[in-house]
T-cell receptor, first 117, second 115 residues
Framework: AQTVTQSQPEMSVQEAETVTLSCTYD???????LFWYKQPPSRQMILVIR??????QNATENRFSVNFQKAAKSFSLKISDSQLGDAAMYFC??????????????FGKGTKLTVNP | GAGVSQSPSNKVTEKGKDVELRCDPI?????LYWYRQRLGQGLEFLIY????????KSGLPSDRFSAERTGESVSTLTIQRTQQEDSAVYLC?????????????FGDGTRLSIL
């Protein structure tokens, strides 16, 4: 079964500093996608960054980057120059397509990030 | 609007009542998903619609839950004889393609509270 584990229920960082959120996953698939979503108190899930499993190069989106270690099944998110607006719940997600064509997105339980001024 | 729209934003109802939640996906998105998010938890998959194919209902927790979608438009999630354990945020998402790296776009969710 596909599972996603976020081992840090809560993290905190000082404004302008760097923080890394951990995510590991378990799968027997070779073709899949990985995502980090941000959920502020407004509840909307906002896509932060995505990574295709077949790409070796780590994805980067401005201050957000990932460290994708396929053999270790690890997909951590690094936030540089943290800003107060980065405070939110962060969810790691794994997407795969079942044999019948159904597309599934499996989420971790989330990490609550606090940014201290 | 340009995003996924869900209504109502909040719903409070008594145990035993039926509720209907609505999702308007982004125009042109063929795939639509419903998730449940309990307080302090991640998202649980409920159901997935893709075009005119038979929906994947494997995540529905009981036969009190059902969902419909007309073509590639609006979807409704119905919960019959609600229980307190049904209290959660129900999130809808849509995406434009079955395969490829197109992400899911989420609505703001419906917060359901069962008294």
């Amino acid at each position: 079964a596909q599972t996603v584990t976020q081992s840090q229920p809560e993290m905190s960082v000082q404004e302008a500093e760097t923080v890394t959120l951990s995510c590991t996953y378990d799968t027997s698939e070779s073709d899949y996608y990985l995502f980090w979503y941000k959920q502020p108190p407004s509840r909307q899930m906002i896509l932060v960054i995505r990574q295709e499993a077949y790409k070796q190069q780590n994805a980067t989106e401005n201050r957000f980057s990932v460290n994708f270690q396929k053999a270790a099944k690890s997909f951590s998110l690094k936030i540089s120059d943290s800003q107060l607006g980065d405070a939110a719940m962060y969810f790691c997600a794994y997407r795969y397509t079942e044999q019948g064509g159904s597309e599934k997105l499996v989420f971790g339980k989330g990490t609550k990030l606090t940014v201290n001024p | 609007g340009a995003g996924v729209s869900q209504s109502p934003s909040n719903k409070v109802t008594e145990k035993g009542k039926d509720v209907e939640l609505r999702c308007d996906p982004i125009s042109g998105h063929t795939a639509l998903y419903w998730y449940r998010q309990r307080l302090g938890q991640g998202l649980e998959f409920l159901i997935y619609f893709q075009g005119n194919s038979a929906p994947d209902k494997s995540g529905l927790p009981s036969d009190r839950f059902s969902a419909e979608r007309t073509g590639e438009s609006v979807s409704t999630l119905t919960i019959q004889r609600t229980q307190q354990e049904d209290s959660a945020v129900y999130l809808c998402a849509s995406s434009s393609t079955l395969l490829g790296n197109q992400p899911q776009h989420f609505g703001d969710g419906t917060r359901l509270s069962i008294l």
